[in-house]
Nanobody
Framework: QVQLVESGGGLVQAGDSLRLSCAAS????????MGWFRQAPGKEREFVAT???????????DYAGSVKGRFTIFRDNAKNTVNLQMNNLELEDTAVYSC?????????????????WGQGTQVTVSS
């Protein structure tokens, strides 16, 4: 069993930066595929970013087109966390952000592929 707890959300202005963190307990995340998703009011949950072991010597990151170049997903294996650095935030980034662990078979950008979820942290971007 894996427990995930997100932190770092808040209210910021457009153009600002935030760093979200997802702390895990129960298991180490080293070999898990990890993802960040978000859900805005009245909208479905959508994929933001994922990081997975390449099978070689590094992790592979993938991003939604809307955040590519602005967001960076990275791991801190020593702290058993997965983080999301969000730069140049836009109004459209306002949502509850959740981390997820352990993609099963299927697309790593699909919420249904993940087994464990955190409760989420609110990110609000104002003009």
């Amino acid at each position: 069993q894996v427990q995930l707890v997100e932190s770092g959300g808040g209210l910021v202005q457009a153009g600002d930066s935030l760093r979200l963190s997802c702390a895990a307990s129960g298991r180490t995340l080293t070999s898990y595929t990890m993802g960040w998703f978000r859900q805005a009011p009245g909208k479905e949950r959508e994929f933001v970013a994922t990081t997975r072991w390449s099978g070689g010597h590094n992790y592979i990151a993938d991003y939604a087109g809307s955040v590519k170049g602005r967001f960076t997903i990275f791991r801190d294996n020593a702290k058993n966390t997965v983080n999301l650095q969000m730069n140049n935030l836009e109004l459209e980034d306002t949502a509850v952000y959740s981390c997820a662990a352990a993609a099963t078979s299927g697309s790593v950008s699909s919420p249904g592929s993940y087994v464990y979820w955190g409760q989420g942290t609110q990110v609000t971007v104002s003009s």
